[in-house]
């Protein structure tokens, strides 16, 4: 079984506001992307999951009801505590908890990417604390989110200050985030963070193996590349037996730069097509 993700960021911003929606009305945004990749369908046994932006949940999920689409509607994270009978009625303004985004149509988290991991780490070294406790915030996220019903895309990567002892870094990430949790109905994603952003250059085969296979000696779960699933790297991330699939964001990055549906469908079937 292949895992193809969907990251789509803050990919709801026109570019006059300094965005990158070049593809319909805000209002439209998320039934336009669902309903543009329901061919998916082509591939019964594989699994496709779309994180959206929480103000899109509810449009993404409903047009998903509508058109039969396979894909799976993802929130892009969710707080470390949750409502429950008896306790907390939703005192949690300006926080999305997993039963709320479970109610507005989400079966899938993203948990612990690298910018909300990098958010975190701010806020607590502002504070004068160790970021090292980043890894323990996500496993509560987690929990809260399986508590929920959902499954979880748990990201984890490497900084370019940490590459040269990467190992302890993911394993840590993984022992701590993934305490007492269901591995069952989690996928990996590794993110190179030292490897992500205009200039850089990205892992090539070996590297993505050897990380993959570590990471799976450790928690024998799916694991797909993080680094951004491309038309030009998706061949080469198919021929690597123990990856299982990418997370996808921009499907074209230059002139009208964003999210295409009929882009994102030419890179599921070169990935697939080419699946070890």
């Known amino acids: 079984m292949a ?3 969907l990251n789509l960021k803050r990919f709801d911003i026109s570019p006059e506001k300094g965005g990158v929606n070049s593809l319909c009305p805000i209002g439209d945004w998320a039934s ?3 309903n543009g990749t329901s061919s998916i369908k082509d591939y019964p046994d594989d699994t496709f999951a779309a994180f959206f932006p ?13 058109s039969g689409s396979p894909l799976a509607i993802g929130c892009q994270g969710c707080f470390t505590e949750d409502t429950a009978k008896g306790g907390s009625f939703g005192a949690f303004t300006s926080l999305l908890t997993a039963n709320a985004a479970s109610e507005l149509g989400a079966s899938w988290a993203l948990i612990g990417h690298c910018e909300e991991r990098k958010s975190k780490a701010a806020i607590i070294e502002a504070a004068g604390g160790n970021s090292a406790v980043v890894s323990s915030i996500l496993n509560k996220e987690i929990k809260c989110a399986q508590a929920a019903g959902l499954n979880v895309l748990y990201c984890i990567g490497e900084s370019a200050d ?3 002892h990467w190992q302890d870094v993911l394993k840590a990430q993984l022992t701590e985030g993934l305490k007492d949790t269901d591995l069952s109905k989690i996928a990996i994603a590794y993110e190179p963070i030292w490897a992500i952003g205009p200039g850089k250059t990205p892992p090539g085969r070996e590297r993505i193996q ?19 699933l491309k038309s030009d790297n998706a061949e080469m991330l198919a021929s690597i037996p123990e990856i299982s699939g990418g997370l996808i964001a921009l499907t074209r990055f230059t002139g009208d730069i964003g999210f295409y549906p009929d882009e994102y469908l030419d890179i599921v079937k070169i990935y697939l097509s080419n699946k070890q």
């Open 3 to 5: 895992y193809i993700f």
């Open 32 to 34: 336009t992307i669902v």
């Open 54 to 66: 929480e103000a899109h949940l509810m449009n993404a999920a409903r047009a998903k009801a509508e």
């Open 162 to 164: 940490e590459v040269s």
């Open 210 to 228: 050897e990380t993959a296979r570590f990471i799976r000696s450790i928690v024998d779960i799916p694991v797909v590349y993080g680094g951004g």
